[in-house]
T-cell receptor
Framework: GQNIDQPTEMTATEGAIVQINCTYQTSGFNGLFWYQQHAGEAPTFLSYNVLDGLEEKGRFSSFLSRSKGYSYLLLKELQMKDSASYLCAVRRETGANNLFFGTGTRLTVIP | DSGVTQTPKHLITATGQRVTLRCSPRSGDLSVYWYQQSLDQGLQFLIQYYNGEERAKGNILERFSAQQFPDLHSELNLSSLELGDSALYFC???????????????FGSGTRLTVV
């Protein structure tokens, strides 16, 4: 089976940096995705990691360590509009062809 | 607009009733995935179809069923509805049978089902 853990809630200040962690246990790992989801809306793609290391995309970066089953999403220069849930999802190499999602981390950005 | 269309956007119905949720995938996508998201819960995988055939099944209740039609749109049927079935139901699509490297899925905007 799969197990994906993320903190339930985080709060950070506008302009600051926040790191959202995700740990996973799965067989046949083949990639980790981060999505942003505003309340009541569809998830939107943020980043994808399949190899170890850091992927940077503007204010957002994502890191993966396959040996540790660990990823984080780094958000810099936080803006109020970044208040949302951040979902970590794992893709497996074989077997089920769907993504397995964590419960998400609800980030609140305060002035 | 993601290109994945879900209807209706909102649905309110009584316990014991049956409803049908509809999803049209992005143009050219062959695979459709259905997910349920209850309050404060993660996205729970229900079922996947690829080019008209069932490809994978998750924690889908026996009261729920789905199908994908020749024009590739999909319908999720929920019957004998219970209060606990109230949730957001998302449809997602991909070009082939697996989440892509570039973006994983393209999600629709969801159907919010309220059972009263």
């Amino acid at each position: 089976g799969q197990n994906i853990d993320q903190p339930t809630e985080m709060t950070a200040t506008e302009g600051a940096i926040v790191q959202i962690n995700c740990t996973y246990q799965t067989s046949g790992f083949n990639g980790l995705f981060w999505y942003q989801q505003h309340a009541g809306e569809a998830p939107t793609f943020l980043s994808y990691n399949v190899l170890d290391g850091l992927e940077e995309k503007g204010r957002f970066s994502s890191f993966l360590s396959r040996s540790k089953g660990y990823s984080y999403l780094l958000l810099k220069e936080l803006q109020m509009k970044d208040s949302a849930s951040y979902l970590c999802a794992v893709r497996r190499e074989t077997g089920a062809n769907n993504l397995f999602f964590g419960t998400g981390t609800r980030l609140t950005v305060i002035p | 607009d993601s290109g994945v269309t879900q209807t209706p956007k909102h649905l309110i119905t009584a316990t014991g009733q049956r409803v049908t949720l509809r999803c049209s995938p992005r143009s050219g996508d062959l695979s459709v995935y259905w997910y349920q998201q209850s309050l404060d819960q993660g996205l729970q995988f229900l079922i996947q179809y690829y080019n008209g055939e069932e490809r994978a099944k998750g924690n889908i209740l026996e009261r729920f069923s789905a199908q994908q039609f020749p024009d590739l749109h999909s319908e999720l049927n929920l019957s004998s509805l219970e209060l606990g079935d109230s949730a957001l139901y998302f449809c997602a699509s991909t070009p082939w049978g697996r989440p892509t490297d570039n973006y994983g899925y393209t999600f629709g905007s969801g159907t919010r089902l309220t059972v009263v």
